[in-house]
């Protein structure tokens, strides 16, 4: 059983800070890539950040330069800050990996459960 938990979510002033972390347990044999989507009310969910293992990363436009997405390979995290947020950031925020099990796996897609990261102006 793989297991995704995320923290670090709240509510937050416009122009403030957040830093959201995720952590994987369970069977795992090796980490692929593992990144951040949101989903705000209404709307359908979409990607915030990416990383590789190597990590190599991926933002959406709406975040350059405001974002930054690390991890640390050895304890199985991902984390996002989150800068200069402001009321269009206002979502459920969702960890994501692709986590093999054992060297066969196909390397899966496994999700958090979410985290409500919320913005007044």
């Known amino acids: 059983q793989v297991r995704l938990v995320e923290s670090g979510g709240g509510l937050v002033q416009a122009g403030g800070s957040l830093r959201l972390s995720c952590a994987a347990s369970?069977?795992?044999?090796?980490?692929?890539?593992m990144g951040w989507y949101r989903q705000a009310p209404g709307k359908q969910r979409e990607l915030v950040a990416s990383i590789t293992q190597g990590g190599v990363t991926n933002y959406a436009d709406s975040v350059k330069g405001r974002f930054t997405v690390s991890r640390d390979n050895a304890k199985n995290t991902v984390s996002l800050q989150m800068d200069s947020l402001n009321p269009e950031d206002t979502a459920v925020y969702y960890c994501?990996?692709?986590?093999?099990?054992?060297?066969?796996?196909?390397?899966?897609?496994?999700w958090g459960q979410g985290t409500q990261v919320t913005v007044s102006s």
């Open positions: 369970g069977s795992i044999f090796r980490i692929d890539d």
């Open positions: 994501n990996a692709r986590i093999r099990r054992d060297r066969f796996d196909t390397s899966p897609i496994y």
